[in-house]
């Protein structure tokens, strides 16, 4: 099951943003991050990637430095930045909305984790 | 990472893929040295993974996905790379290059407001703009020329020989202006007043040129110089009027008349500041506009086949003679001088290796159907000329005729046989090329020796 495309752009900005509160990364490194987190069901590509870190840090949300690694390589690290946090809670915010709003809708053998308290994602 | 594993060797791979990336003008090269450092990353983990790298390198590439998909994501989001800028903004990124834009700033704000000084200052000697036609026709081209020549030949560091030749050009250029006392209804006049610019036009081309005198690559630079000069001078003419016309509007609102101030002040110093401006913006932004002339000439050179072949074909039927008189002549003469244009402006932008198209018979077409009226136009001219005695003006227009009809008669050659895949593109380059001082010669004649062979007329 591969999620589809518009799903992923949805929750690209708090997917990267999310990544970034484990601490300052770089590109290939978040791309990595996501593979992991979703067992390889997220379909990202760096042009999704690249340009979405470009506008957060337009939009002030993420702070880039280089730095040198490994000789002559560069290496464009991002960090969150209070406005990227604030964005952040926004984001989780509308998420959880979403979510509760499906769980009550969507009926079956899921249904008993909403009696699961929610502490372990906090 | 320090195990042999093959990956130095991968270092002009990964120098090709990054010749592709920053040929994008999408991606900067910020945006080229953070996805190499993406792809170096992947090319290290799937070498970690046990694969050589070589094949690495194929399956990281293969990853990214195609460039064009990743430049259109890219443009999404920097939709404004897409519009190069004009003027100051230029994103260059290496200070070096910052520093010699500023000075090429400073040099041509130094030489703009020299030729905007430069044609007030006869105004001091007592020489008005209305009175004194006799004396500011001729001399226009003095006043902005030599500076923008200047501007160039201290861009392009020309040597002090070379120096004193522009100087000794404009030197001679002001003594045909000024030496012959001619009346402000002479003929003589008005065709200096006509030849002269041009004649220190490519005085301007040799100062142009002046980095690499004898290349013949540099002069065709010339061309495309000398067209995308007149597409910036014409825009930066019609910002002029929009000027004037707010400038108008505003005071009289207030009751104060700002003629004196526009006729005399405005349009002359803005037209020669202008000069060089325009000369800068060219140099400066090569670029930017992606060449307009060559755009303008794929536009206008199928409607000039058209009109020209009408016209053929409607003089056939009509039976009636050109009417040469003076207006005519000068029409004729600016035909085949559009004509030319259109040919040398298609030429400056073609690749010259390309195979002939539909275009140069086009072009084809159009270069006999101006040799055909040129024909036409000639014998009128001789025929007037041996039934009325010559004067200046039709002596000019018929040498300019014999000049124009040679070049266009042997670029009609080699385009029928550039159609005909026997003679490789560059031959008629060659031609347009070598034929630039042709003009240049003439113009010189026209200024220098016609006024005393026709006794100052």
Redesign the interface.
């Known amino acids: 099951m591969k999620v589809t495309k518009d799903l992923v752009a949805a929750s690209a900005t708090p997917m990267v943003l999310g990544i970034l509160t484990e601490g300052d990364s770089y590109g290939y490194a978040i791309l990595r991050r996501i593979n992991e987190l979703s067992g390889g069901e997220l379909d990202w590509t760096e042009g999704l990637l690249y340009p979405l870190l470009h506008r957060l840090e337009r939009l002030g949300h993420v702070e880039a430095s280089w730095q040198s690694v490994a000789g002559e390589r560069r290496r464009k690290y991002y960090r969150i930045t209070d406005s990227g946090l604030a964005e952040l809670a926004e984001q989780r915010r509308q998420w959880d909305t979403v979510v509760d709003a499906l769980k009550e809708i969507w009926p079956g053998d899921r249904r008993p984790l909403l009696a699961f308290p929610l502490g372990g994602h906090a | 990472?320090t195990e042999p594993d093959g990956r130095e060797e991968l270092e002009p791979q990964f120098a090709q893929w990054r010749h592709y990336v920053e040929r994008r003008p999408e991606l900067r090269r910020?945006?080229a040295?953070?996805?190499?450092?993406?792809l170096?990353?992947?090319v290290d983990?799937l070498v970690a993974a046990g694969l050589h790298a070589d094949e690495a390198f194929l399956v990281a590439v293969k990853r990214?996905?195609s460039l064009d998909?990743?430049s259109?994501?890219?443009a999404?989001?920097?939709s404004e790379r897409l519009w190069k800028q004009l003027v100051l903004t230029g994103e260059s990124g290496s200070p070096a290059a910052d520093t010699r834009s500023r000075r090429d700033l400073v040099a041509m704000v130094a030489c703009a407001v020299g030729a905007a000084v430069s044609i007030k200052v006869p105004e001091l000697f007592g020489l008005g703009f209305e009175e004194d036609v006799a004396f500011y026709a001729p001399n226009l081209g003095l006043f902005a020329l030599p500076w923008l020549a200047a501007f160039l030949a201290w861009r392009r560091r020309a040597g002090r020989g070379l120096i004193g030749v522009l100087c000794a050009l404009f030197a001679l250029g002001a003594v045909a202006a000024n030496a012959y006392q001619l009346t402000d209804e002479s003929q003589s006049l008005a065709l200096t007043s006509i030849h002269l610019p041009i004649a220190l036009w490519f005085v301007v081309g040799l100062a142009y040129v002046s980095d690499d005198v004898r290349a013949p690559r540099r002069r065709m630079d010339f061309v495309r110089f000398t067209g995308e000069w007149f597409v910036y001078y014409v825009l930066i003419a019609l910002g002029g009027g929009v000027l004037i016309a707010f400038t108008f509007g505003t005071f009289e609102a207030i009751g104060i008349s700002p003629e004196g101030f526009v006729t005399q002040w405005l349009i002359p110093c803005g037209a020669a500041a202008a000069v060089t401006v325009a000369g800068w913006l060219v140099e400066y932004k090569q670029g930017v506009v992606e060449n307009i002339a060559p755009v303008l000439t794929r536009l206008f050179t199928p409607l000039f086949t058209a009109v020209l072949l009408a016209f053929l074909v409607t003089f056939g039927l009509a039976d009636a003679g050109i009417d040469v008189e003076r207006e005519a002549l000068i029409l004729f003469d600016l035909l085949l001088v559009v004509v030319l244009g259109l040919l040398l402006y298609s030429i400056s932008a073609r690749d010259p290796l390309a195979p002939p198209v539909l275009f140069d018979k086009l072009q084809l077409a159009l270069v006999v159907s101006a040799l055909a009226i040129d024909v036409l136009v000639l014998l009128e001219i001789i025929g007037r000329i041996t039934e009325y005695g010559t004067t200046p003006n039709k002596a000019a227009a018929l040498g300019e005729n014999a000049i124009l009809l040679a070049n266009l008669v042997w670029s009609a050659w080699l385009l029928l046989r550039l159609v005909g895949r026997r003679t490789p593109f560059a031959a008629l380059e060659r031609w347009q090329i070598g034929y630039l001082p042709v003009y240049a010669v003439w113009a010189w004649i026209v200024v220098l020796i016609f006024p005393p062979l026709f006794d100052f007329l």
């Open positions: 990472m910020s945006d040295d953070e996805l190499e450092d993406h170096r990353g992947s983990e990214m996905g998909d990743l259109r994501e890219f999404r989001e920097h």
